[in-house]
């Protein structure tokens, strides 16, 4: 949380790049042992291709989309914000409560809330809302990491159903 607080304090300076790159270097760091327990499965390597299909597939057709309609999708922000809160809450209690059918739901809530959140932010930076190149990848980048680890947990959860 750290990184992501330096990178948005120091988004105006050089120094903003290098907690940018920091960000993104540790966020790839976490995602290796991620990655080895989707690969230990009996098709893991198969989950991780089909994430990652999926996870580009959604981005270049979201923003896409949103170059090609130009339109704005600015609207969405403030439902955006509740709803990662609200899918925050309820990621957490599916943790403590141990409840996987809610861990299921929130995956693809979260999934949804990230390709509004593609659509939102290039709709920022095509419309001049977004001007600041190293806010414009944090949050792209995010999104795109968010929606590739809840595809990761859908379809291990899926592949793990008789």
């Known amino acids: 949380f750290g990184l992501l607080f330096a990178t948005a304090k120091f988004r105006n300076s050089g120094l ?23 690969l230990s ?12 299909l999926v996870t580009g597939a959604l981005f270049l057709g979201l923003s896409g989309y949103a170059l090609t309609s130009k339109k704005d999708f600015s609207f969405m922000g403030a439902f955006l914000a509740v709803g990662i809160i ?35 932010e290039t709709s920022n930076i095509i419309n001049g809302g977004e001007t600041n190149y190293i806010m414009a990848t944090y949050g792209i980048f995010l999104s795109i990491f968010n929606i590739f680890i809840s595809l990761l947990n859908i379809l291990g959860i899926m592949s793990n159903k008789p």
């Open 16 to 38: 903003g790049l290098v907690f940018v790159f920091a960000l993104t270097g540790f966020i790839g760091y976490t995602l290796g042992p991620i990655l080895s327990s989707y």
């Open 41 to 52: 499965l009996a098709n893991g390597s198969q989950i991780v291709m089909n994430a990652f």
């Open 86 to 120: 609200v899918g925050f809450l309820a990621a957490l209690a599916a943790l403590f409560f141990e409840m996987p059918g809610l861990s299921l739901a929130v995956s693809a809530i979260f999934v949804l809330l990230m390709a509004g959140l593609i659509l939102y």
